[in-house]
């Protein structure tokens, strides 16, 4: 391990001890409090920048992530690692700026270089056309519920639903207060564990659009290929909270695109909406300003202050997605893992049980439950002492579930299938 260039010596500290460590004055480098950092492993060395002084280090071991935990959560939920350090060595002095990304005016040069690499880089990322814009909003996907109709539709204009789960519901009761939705069908009498085939369903000839949700997360059901409209002029709008960026779409099969960024993209707090030029600009008079689009498209989402590190950890989240090979890459392993996980349920003779129809079965959230419900809290429980959290599923519908999102690693979804027979063993 080389020292610093520079007089200034990097000061890391070790959770576990009280010892502060100094690189600069370390008479031996091999050793670090007594442990051997040579022993007999090949590092590639890798740079870590703080201010002036640069520090050249062997990649996180297994023995220094024993913290991290597999976050199974349905979002705010894990995000890249490899995001998370890169956040953590930029947090103090961003690119040489002498400040964080977040102590930035929004309208300064600082931050406008980086909600435009992000919104260049999404755009690369989902190949989106020309005739697009992409918003960087607030108030979460249940905003877009209210800011939808207001956007693209008139008081008296019929709207087509279909309810695939609680939050199309959701979306349907909203919408009930700005337009005339009529829902063309729902799957709560079979506990929404299934999608319908479009051809059978009685559409609404004058819908001014057709909204689905795209992946339910609470239930774990996934559209695999999206109706079309009946109506030739209608849109299809989708709720992609849960799963935007873990597989290539046709962005133009779309009028417009909204969702949460807590799940595949970043932290919470940011709303992307990806909405066709000409459907902006036609808001009711009673749209509240920031729920109009235009204001934000002329704006460039800086009508007033955005979630700045939101939007700062999202390109970090669409640079490490494009450096895996685009979505193509990353659609193919979010389908090994669902495979491994899907297995072990279907392969248990009945110890885990998943209802949703296996054609329309999630990538991104995989609902389950045990033979012997009562046994069902020991399992999150057991779960939980090995580092594997948030497997409860949603309080509406009790069991478990586990959320593997692109930054869920194969290894944890390994050891949690390792776990689930193991327990089955013991419990069975």
């Known amino acids: ?33 007594g442990v051997n950092l040579n022993s007999g492993r090949r590092y590639k060395p890798i740079s870590i920048t703080c201010s002036t002084t640069q520090v050249e280090c062997p990649p996180t071991s297994a023995a220094q992530s024993l913290d991290r935990v597999f976050n199974f959560a349905a979002g705010p939920t894990t995000l890249p690692e490899n995001v998370l350090k890169r956040a953590q060595s930029e947090l103090y002095n961003w690119h040489g700026s002498g400040m964080s990304v977040m102590e930035m005016s929004h309208r300064g040069k600082e931050f406008l270089s980086i909600i435009q690499k992000a919104e260049s880089d999404l755009k690369a990322l989902l190949d989106i056309p020309a005739e697009y814009v992409v918003l960087f909003l607030q108030g979460g996907p249940t905003s877009q519920f209210a800011a939808i109709p207001l956007n693209l539709c008139k008081r008296d204009d019929p709207v087509d639903i279909l309810v695939t789960g609680s939050w199309g519901d959701k979306a349907f009761k909203e919408a009930q207060k700005f337009y005339k939705p009529s829902v063309i069908w729902s799957g709560k009498s079979e506990k929404y564990t299934k999608i319908p085939s479009f051809d059978g369903l009685d559409h609404n000839p004058d819908a001014k659009y057709l909204h689905i949700c795209a992946n339910e997360t609470i239930h774990g059901v996934e559209f695999k290929n999206y109706p079309t409209p009946k109506n030739k002029d209608a849109l299809l709008i989708p709720d992609m909270s849960s799963n935007l960026c873990s597989k290539p779409i046709d962005v133009s099969k779309f ?148 959320s593997i999102y692109n930054a869920m690693p194969l290894a944890g979804v390994e050891k949690l299938v390792a776990f689930m027979k193991d327990f089955q063993v013991r419990h069975a």
């Open 1 to 33: 391990m080389t020292t610093a260039t520079s007089p200034n010596s990097l000061l890391l500290r070790n959770p576990n001890r009280s010892t502060t460590i100094r690189f600069g004055k370390n008479p031996n480098p091999s050793r670090v409090n």
């Open 255 to 402: 009028g417009l695109i909204y969702a949460g960024a807590q799940k595949n993209v970043g932290p919470s707090a940011v709303t992307i909406v990806i909405v066709r030029k000409d459907l902006v600009g036609n808001a009711q008079e009673i749209t509240p300003v920031m729920f109009d689009y235009k204001i934000h498209v002329d704006n460039n989402s800086l009508y007033n202050t955005p979630p700045c590190y939101g939007i700062y950890m999202c390109g970090l989240v669409f640079e490490d997605l494009l450096a895996q090979g685009g979505l193509k890459e990353v659609e193919k392993k979010n389908i090994k893992k669902a495979q491994i996980l899907y297995d072990a349920i279907d392969e248990s003779n009945g110890f885990y049980r998943c209802l949703v129809e296996k054609s329309v079965r999630s990538l991104m959230n995989v609902p389950f439950t045990l033979e012997k419900s009562d046994l069902e809290a020991e399992f999150i429980k057991e779960a939980a002492k090995e580092k594997m959290i948030q497997l409860k599923g949603h309080r509406s519908v009790g069991g478990m579930r586990a």
